[in-house]
Each structure stands twice: as C-alpha cells, then as structure tokens.
C-alpha cells in the first residue's frame, strides 16, 4: 500500500514536470513567433541569374487581310452580232484607244469622254463627241489640229490614218459601235465575263464595261481583343498572291452593331497603293484572302533582358540588380512576350531573375 502511493507520486510529479516543459517551449515559440523580423523578399524569394545580351524585341499576330475590288458601270456595248475574240482580261490598265474585244471581227475601242457613242461620226458632223472623237485621234498620233468639235478635212483624214491602222475599211466615218466612251483614262477595267466571251451574241446596249478603282480595298475582320493592339498607324505586312511583302498601316476601325463584327481599314505608306504596281494579282471578282504579319510592337534592336528581372523603387525608377546585390537604373526601349530592351547596363553583366526554386547560382 505505501509503496503505491510513493509510486503514484512519482508519477504525477513526472507528469507535471512534462506539462511544464512542454507549457514552457510553446511560449518559447510564441516568443519567437510573434518578435521575428519579417525576412527581406530581396534575399528570401528564389531567383536565378541571366546575362544581358544583344537581340531584339518585337510582337506581331497574325491574321488573313480581304483584298476585294468594287466596280462600277462606265460603259455601253453599241455592237451587234457575235464576240470573235476578247482582248483584254480583268483588271488590265487600259488607255485611249486600246482594243477592247472583237464584234464580227471588227474592233471596239475605249476612249475618253463623258457623252457616250450615240451615232455614226463623220465629215462635217459637229458636237461634244466629235471633240471626244478628236482627243483619242490626237492622243494616237493621228491628228494634230484643234479639238474643237468640227469633223473638218483635217479630222476625216486622221480618221481614215486610225483604221487603216486597226486594219478596217478606211471610210472616214466611225460607226456607232466603234468607240465606248467613259469618264476617265487610264483606268483598271473589267468586262462583264457573262455577256462578253467568245461566242457570245450581243443585241446591243449591254452594260459591259466595269470601271475599277486604282487599288482593291484592304480590310482585317478582328475581335475586340485583337482591334485593341491595332490603332491607328500599325504597321502590317501583307503578303500578295506571288509571295511579295506589301506594306500597309491601318488608317481606322469600323464597327457594325448588326453583324457584330470589327472591320480594320488598311492603306499603304503616305498614301500609296497597297498593291504598288502589282494591283493586278488580285482577282476583280470575289474576295482574297492574304496571310498578313500584324506588327504590334515594332521591333527594337539592343541590350536585352527578360523583363522580370526589371525592379521597381519606391521613387519609380526601373533598375537591374546584379551578383553583388548592386542595384543598376536602367531605361527601358520597349517590351514584349516577357522580353525587354534595356539602356543603363554593360553587355554581359548576370542580373537577378526570380525563380521557381530556393536559392540561388
């Protein structure tokens, strides 16, 4: 009985001596908790080192530009009978007196003027379309008097020099379904393929002749997203149906609330065509369709570093910390896709990056 007390007591003393360490170590704990200066991010955070090296940096997406021509009707077939031949294809560039197609094998030729072919031409006929008539004989080298709008000596003979010259009868009268008139020349034309192929009968008056711009329109259908790295004056490269570069810069956007849809206007560098001298490549019916490079930060050459290695300081000035924990002000040239062109700091020089693991090289 006696030596189970002394048991018991040895016991509770054992226990209470625990209590009291282990009671002692948690307020240790807490202590040391709750005093311990917060560690410095700089030399707590895991990072890694990078040299500065020469490159470039740039950003750019890549979408598909319309390429599309609008028309409009410039001129009236007057020749009846069946098409023996087609002389011009769509979107050729044609000028006073170009052969336009064959009408029993008889030419008909675009000229210049506003009032249309309406009759026959000839010696002493006066009026508007005979000063027409007479620009297009000067411009062929046929006629050298005034185009004063009187069918004199001088024009019947340069009329007859023009059909020799197309290998027709030389009557010194021009037929009615000889000449089409449109407003403006040289111009990008196209006929209506429907009406005018070989073989074709025509009845005369078919609308025929289409007039052409000097360019098709450029246009890029986007999304929000992609119209907000597009302002105005980015630069894009278009690239033609035969693998050349064309350069274009957008000028606005269009929104259509109906379609919902953004439309990107594009226009070449001061004013220039597109298309440049090329123009032809793109078809005059339908729609094209061109892989196009859209810059959206235009490419700068230097010192480059990624750009989370970019510290900011409470004052707001960018700097690179080096090996040595010495920190470098730098000016930044440009950034994209987590690269960043750098002033302020030697090639070569290792920089502090943040990593992904403890520690550092």
């Known amino acids: 009985?006696?030596?189970?007390?002394?048991?018991?007591?040895?016991?509770?003393?054992?226990?209470?001596?625990?209590?009291?360490?282990?009671?002692?170590?948690?307020?240790?704990?807490?202590?040391?908790?709750?005093?311990?200066?917060?560690?410095?991010?700089?030399?707590?955070?895991?990072?890694?080192?990078?040299?500065?090296?020469?490159?470039?940096?740039?950003?750019?997406?890549?979408?598909?530009?319309?390429?599309?021509?609008?028309?409009?009707?410039?001129?009236?077939?007057?020749?009846?009978?069946?098409?023996?031949a087609v002389a011009v294809a769509a979107g050729d560039e044609v000028s006073q007196g170009a052969v336009l197609y064959f009408v029993d094998e008889r030419p008909v030729v675009i000229a210049q003027g506003?009032?249309?072919?309406?009759?026959?031409?000839?010696?002493?006929?006066?009026?508007?379309?005979?000063?027409?008539?007479?620009?297009?004989?000067?411009?062929?080298?046929?006629?050298?008097?005034?185009?004063?709008?009187?069918?004199?000596?001088?024009?019947?003979?340069?009329?007859?020099?023009?059909?020799?010259?197309?290998?027709?009868?030389?009557?010194?009268?021009?037929?009615?379904?000889?000449?089409?008139?449109?407003?403006?020349?040289?111009?990008?034309?196209?006929?209506?393929?429907?009406?005018?192929?070989?073989?074709?009968?025509?009845?005369?008056?078919?609308?025929?002749?289409?007039?052409?711009?000097?360019s098709p329109s450029f246009t890029i259908p986007v999304t929000d997203g992609q119209a907000a790295m597009m302002p105005t004056g980015t630069r894009v490269e278009v690239t033609s149906p035969s693998g050349t570069l064309w350069e274009a810069f957008v000028t606005d956007q269009v929104s259509s609330t109906e379609t919902q849809t953004i439309t990107v206007n594009l226009t070449g560098a001061d004013g220039a065509l597109i298309c440049l001298d090329a123009c032809a490549e793109i078809p005059v019916t339908g729609e094209a369709r061109l892989t196009s490079r859209i810059v959206t930060v235009e490419p700068v050459s230097g010192l480059v570093v990624p750009s989370a290695a970019l510290v900011t300081s409470a004052e707001g000035t960018v700097g690179v910390i080096d090996k040595t924990g010495t920190r470098h002000p730098v000016s930044v040239l440009a950034a994209a896709r987590g690269m960043s062109v750098i002033e302020g700091v030697d090639e070569g020089t290792s920089v502090r990056v943040p990593g992904t693991t403890g520690g550092g090289k």
């Open 1 to 84: 009985m006696t030596t189970d007390r002394r048991a018991g007591r040895i016991v509770s003393r054992v226990a209470g001596g625990v209590a009291l360490v282990a009671v002692g170590a948690a307020a240790a704990w807490a202590a040391l908790t709750v005093v311990k200066p917060a560690e410095d991010p700089l030399t707590a955070s895991p990072f890694t080192y990078v040299e500065v090296t020469s490159g470039e940096v740039g950003s750019s997406i890549n979408l598909n530009t319309v390429a599309e021509w609008t028309t409009v009707p410039v001129g009236e077939n007057r020749a009846q009978g069946v098409v023996t």
């Open 114 to 214: 506003t009032v249309p072919m309406y009759r026959a031409i000839g010696e002493k006929a006066v009026g508007t379309d005979v000063a027409q008539l007479q620009q297009l004989l000067v411009a062929l080298g046929h006629y050298d008097g005034a185009a004063d709008g009187e069918a004199g000596w001088g024009t019947i003979t340069a009329i007859k020099a023009w059909q020799k010259s197309l290998g027709l009868e030389a009557t010194g009268t021009v037929g009615v379904a000889d000449i089409i008139f449109v407003p403006s020349l040289p111009t990008r034309i196209s006929l209506d393929t429907e009406v005018i192929a070989r073989g074709a009968t025509l009845v005369g008056g078919e609308s025929i002749v289409k007039g052409l711009p000097a």
